[in-house]
């Protein structure tokens, strides 16, 4: 039995929040568990410099926490000065992830931002955002599309994204809180697409190594709940779900 | 009339809640009209070197907003790795508006870390993050008196804070929107106490100029403004609001 | 009775030196007791990105001490690698009062910078810098007048700017020296023009508050302050004066 | 057949030099095709602040180039001010990988650096920075048991790193050059130890996605390669071998 | 003949006035022709982190320029975040000059700052800095002796620093302007002490390269140089100036 | 007798190894005694801003040293944010040390630039960096003659560097390695054309001073060890040495 009572393969709640915030194009605050994010999706009308002049479109994301999110107060990284080392990985992590199913051609020279800000922080910080800034995106091209400004949905596949870990006494377990996380001798992001095909494999054994065995537990979990999370995607994105991966 | 339908000396719709976040001290969500800004009070256990050692507590401030919080988005702070002129001179307000009306020496060698993080702006968000951080940090106060830490409430007065403004037609104004403090000829924002006294003033004609009888009216709008938003602070706080400026 | 023997309605001495250094178009060293500021204005032929193109000027302004300016040698701004919130905010104001006498739309796609260095500081280093660079930028675009740049003066209106304060004892006081300063209770800049217009009031209640009766005394003082400073800035421009405000 | 001649299981030839430079505890130059790195290993006589205190030692990596490492030339992280993303990346994996082998209790409160320098590049820095890093930690640790600072060595297996790809026309393959790897689907990067634990795993589908068989293939070709990438090292360290996981 | 009618080995017109500011324990306003500098020298009760616990004090050294100080504004290098190469490496020359001839063992854990801020530049900053920032240094040890804080004069020796060069029609000269520096072959500064022993020697050839016998020439004419700064020296600093080399 | 057994005018042994890492134009490994500098010079097909469109080109040169190239580990400039100003004055030392050699006119709108990387340090370190990025540069040069880029080689004469000093018992001394620089009392770095005139003479007395007989004997080390240098440059250059100074 796990902390707060899961089984072994169960994800925590989960609740998309469309339409959050008023400005952005896409706007979106994701609930999984205790863990909260916005995340919002920007169309911004050019692409960074080492884009320029190819005709095709720039996907980009930032990652923050709140001070306060945690259960200690951390610093704020505009006050030191400095994005940190784990800031950076997420940030290339998001947008990486996004990119893979998206066809960069249909969306002309624009950039869309995608900006993930933690709110209250209980563990998969980064899979959360990855899984709500997939709907945020949808949305913001929707928006485009709604304006005339391209023709079809650019998005080919959902992709959602989950951790799964070795924890001391339970074994393998699906979407880890905080408290799970700082215990586990294995951390696994995985991302995955409705097609069950990876787009990006993690798997860190922090003072710990881990067995080919034990990967592919692994695996089938990360497998299970990245379906329920995807169903989870379309809910909160209604008729727009049946735009991705049109022909 | 304003855009909005408003008279001149009408606040926007106010809306305080409550435990906004799980783990800081003191969380709310303050929204007055389209602005909202998620005030966290987080207390931490030590002071800043210059106030080492001298039995006496600290009130710091921090300021930011989402990058989409605003019709454009805005690079982030952290990325330029710089704090812009703009958010030091409102997280310096903050933090004096706030100590102004507390006894330091009631807290402690202790720091009451206040974080305001616009997540949605439509004008007046350093008002609404002093009114709304006040009342964060009055549970955060309230929070150490209930685990016994400190005896009394250390808040001596109610504090909040509105802008009021001269629009080129319409003249004095209370409580300006985004459209309407972009268009002012005037701009002041004004910190007042319970007690009808100020704690700050800070008119600026920006590419103009005011009169003695404009200020005398502005403040008066100002005196109404204020005495609503601490009616909504003290329906926050429930009980909690006997305990300031208790003997 | 002041430290200084001063009544409370009395500015200290006051010297403007024009032409103090060769390479400005306009040069000033301004002397308040003792407080003096190099006030430099530079004409640069080019405005900063957000004005391009609009066929209007900019006035920027810089502001600095001399490590050793003060009782304490300060860390220079340039070792830290950053400059400090109090910097900034002085120069937003001495740009923005600057700004609000001139016609941006006569000076053309031009920026007058205007570096205010403090060489020797005792109070009041931010009103001196902005009643001394009004001087320094009156004589910079009279030089483009007389090279046939432009054609006439671009200033509305004289401005100066004064500090006062509420003492412990003494009660409202003009024109505070660091001593005074440090104990004040209220501290508030003024910036007016020649027309008793307000520019910029800023008012701020360090650990105190104050009531509408204090204010009132307060600008009355200010007003005083500021006439005779006018009338030293008029000493100091001696032909040149005739020139602002014409029509 | 790929670019250079090699087989699809096949690695590019490895040379390990010891003894590099005469400075450092451990000094490596590795040479894994015409990818060269110079790692280097120091001994600290203290942690970092986090580690204080806990009778336990660190393992911290830097990673950098040399700005004409690569065919074309990159300005120097220390000119631009700031260390990228990717740098902060890879010195982090380095740092987690060498720390999931060691012991850090029987090192006392010193701190292992790891210093990564990569002097060519040709693909696979990031693996070959670890493999050889290894050796260098080794070497590093047997000085201090020479010295009698620490009785036995810290380390419990060998581990060592290599990329495996999925390419356009060769499906998977192993040890990709810079060539291939600029043009390869999917990208993978794997630490295992002797035992075939996994330390880490990163599969990243650059615009592209990868299924569970290709995983498998890809798993088998890692496993080879890093096979014969630890008789290198056992080379390499000659008798300092046998201490590696010894009771 | 010279640009301003000087003969090739005479110095332009030296006037140093003592006292300048208040508040340092040395304050000095060095002016050599047009270049003006303001050398104060501060007494600070501490070390530098690398010179504690060593029973000795240190002499450290900082230049800057006013923005305007020269014909074209110069950004100023607190705003760029950075100090440049050229500020670097003029204040560890005037720190390592002036640590030449002073016995740091008899001024205790001390630093003595040395501040040079160019108010106005014709050329020969660094060494008019040099010259100007002993004599501060000089009255600053005095005030020390006088408070009873040490016995005797540290320093051993006077040095004085002039500039001396090969210019395209007139051969060697002394003592550069600016105009002369920038059409300059050969620019050398040179340091020496009233004994005419060398403290610092630095000549260049930029896009050109100098004979041994033009560098006997140049010597020649700093000594003579030198000989006239310091009698310069001496005068200003009246009595004080034999307790210099006193045993 | 001196440490390592040289006479007072020996240079260490010199060994310089062309074509040391195969992206660069030019790559020479250089070692003087234990000083071991990678030189590796890029072409650019362009010139920095300040150099623009004036059909000209621009040499630019960059040092830094391995953490672990000397006794003690340093940090890295990279990670402290900045480069240190003894970096910037060795980096600035280089570039004028090769244009004044060099006819800018020859190479068009390109930049060469120089990357200087000690990998092990003792001593002398920038004259090292300074002899070996000369060959590098003639070699790079001369690719673009075979590429025909340029019609003949812009170098116009050889220059190396060496430093000289005045040690405690030894008197004046040749090319000190690192335990003689840090006791020497005075330390001279010398660069010298192949025709004997100077590029660069920087003398230091560190808490001394020299005199003008001192100075002649340093300058005869200087001259012999300089050309013995230039033998060394030649021999691995082979044939391109005789393109160096071809009318």
Chains 1, 2, 3, 4, 5, 6 share one sequence.
Not at 86 to 99: C, D, K, S, V, Y
Not at 159 to 166: E, K, L, M, Q, R
Not at 170 to 188: F, P, R, W
Not at 225 to 246: F, V, Y
Request: aromatic letters at 4%; proline letters at 2%; hydrophobic letters at 35%.
């Amino acid at each position: 039995m796990r902390t707060d009572g899961r089984t072994s393969d169960q994800l925590r709640n989960i609740h998309i929040e469309t339409d959050y915030t008023k400005h952005p194009e896409g706007s979106v605050l994701i609930s999984i568990g205790d863990t909260k994010v916005i995340c919002n999706a920007s169309i911004e009308e050019r692409v960074p410099p080492f884009m320029r002049n190819q005709g095709k479109g720039w996907i980009a994301a930032e990652y923050s926490m709140l001070p306060r999110a945690t259960e200690q107060r951390n610093i704020r990284e505009s006050s030191k000065g400095k994005v940190s080392g784990r800031t950076m990985e997420i940030q290339r992590l998001i947008g990486r992830a996004l990119r893979s199913v998206v066809d960069l051609n249909q969306i002309g020279e624009r950039t869309c931002w995608i900006d993930c800000d933690v709110i209250q922080a209980d563990g998969g910080t980064r899979t959360a955002s990855i899984t709500g800034a997939f709907v945020a995106m949808a949305i913001a091209f929707n928006r485009l599309i709604e304006r005339g400004v391209i023709k079809k949905m650019p998005i080919r596949e959902f992709i959602a994204a989950t951790s799964v870990g070795v924890a001391p006494e339970k074994g393998e377990i699906l979407d880890l809180c905080y408290l799970e996380d700082s215990k586990a001798h294995v951390d696994m992001n995985v991302i995955m697409t409705s097609e069950k095909e990876f787009v990006e494999l993690q798997g860190t054994g922090e003072e710990a190594t881990f067995s080919y065995k034990q990967l592919q537990t692994l695996l089938e979990l990360a497998d299970k709940g990245i379906t329920e999370l995807i169903e989870h995607q379309k809910e909160a994105l209604g008729d727009i779900q049946h735009l991705i991966g049109e022909k």
